[in-house]
């Protein structure tokens, strides 16, 4: 499992490869990309793109939590959280591809 | 927002470029990190979050319906971390 870390570097090479931008505008529109989703998840929306999957901001009430080495009580604020669902295209191609 | 909106501020910010071209783009970038989990590697974009594969063992499962025992063989699925960066940001640090 986890053969090896795929980075921004990898993306970009993918897009140099299939639309023959140089490996310099590559990079520069997978950053685009991923700072257009950023920006629409800071500003609440949720972010779909189909057959991929689904990035939503939750809020998450304030809780007592506790440090589990000393159990010293530690209020945890209220935040807003990410998460991510897969479509069915992606869980499917990673349980076939993975089994 | 969704993927042809998406396509679309791509576009916007990159007029010399096809707009099928920004499509190819957008797609070959969510197409390799499919592609790479797939193939059960890890994709880790700084800032942004992480993508990787988690192994699900083996478990006996129950059909909620009958309540009936089912085998559920042990399986890969997706995960997402969300980046310390946008984790911030979300928080409006």
Request: proline share 3%; net charge positive; glycine share 8%.
């Amino acid at each position: 499992m986890a053969e090896k870390t795929l980075t921004r570097m990898d993306l970009a090479e993918a897009v140099h490869n299939e639309v023959g931008l140089s490996r310099n505008d590559s990079a520069t529109l997978v950053e685009a990309v991923l700072r257009h989703i950023s920006d629409a998840l800071v500003a609440g929306e949720t972010v779909k793109i189909s057959s991929f999957g689904t990035f939503s901001v939750r809020d998450k009430a304030a809780r007592i939590g506790r440090n589990p080495k000393t159990g010293e009580e530690v209020p945890i604020h209220p935040r807003r959280v990410l998460t991510f669902r897969s479509s069915h295209l992606m869980k499917d191609r990673v349980a076939s591809g993975n089994k | 927002m969704i993927r042809s909106e998406l396509i679309q501020k791509i576009a916007d910010e990159n007029p010399h470029l096809y707009q099928r071209d920004v499509e190819k783009i957008v797609n070959t970038i969510f197409d390799e990190i499919t592609r790479a989990m797939a193939g059960g590697d890890r994709v880790e974009l700084r800032g942004f979050g992480a993508f990787s594969v988690k192994k699900r063992d083996q478990r006996t499962g129950r059909n909620p319906r009958t309540g009936e025992a089912v085998d559920v063989d042990e399986k890969y699925v997706p995960f997402f971390k969300t980046g310390k960066l946008l984790r911030d940001r979300l928080n409006g640090k």
